[in-house]
């Protein structure tokens, strides 16, 4: 089974109850479960990690490759904006990756507008939610059968 490693960044531990009128009402462990289940369905193995710590996503980068990972889902949060040793982890892993959000960061504070992951990103996907994880799933299985 291929193997994806999906990342939670800054402040998504806080899902349900941080701001639900732009995030949503779900927790992060009900969005965990949907992708763990879409994963299983799709045949992958998803691994998920949430951390508040840059150095702590970017080690989880770096050490894709080498437990067999084959494709990375990360939402980096803040760190989207702001974080250029996130990008530049992502960059050097080799590994298709795909940007996802919950929001739209189009439609929000200009500050958002602008991601540093997205260049180095197959391609990204916000403002559908926790959907927006699952279809990242689906295009990860394309990337991987191709």
Known sequence: MSQVLVLHGPNLNMLGSREPEI???????????QITELAGQLGLVAHIKQSNHEGELIEHIQQASSNNIQAIIINPGGYTHTSVALRDAVCASGLPVIEVHLSNIYKREEFRHRSLISAVAV????????????????????LIEK
């Open 23 to 33: 995030y949503g009402k779900q927790t992060l462990e009900q969005i965990n479960q």
């Open 123 to 142: 391609g990204q996907i916000c403002g559908f939610g926790a959907d927006s994880y699952l279809l990242a799933l689906r295009a990860v299985l394309q």
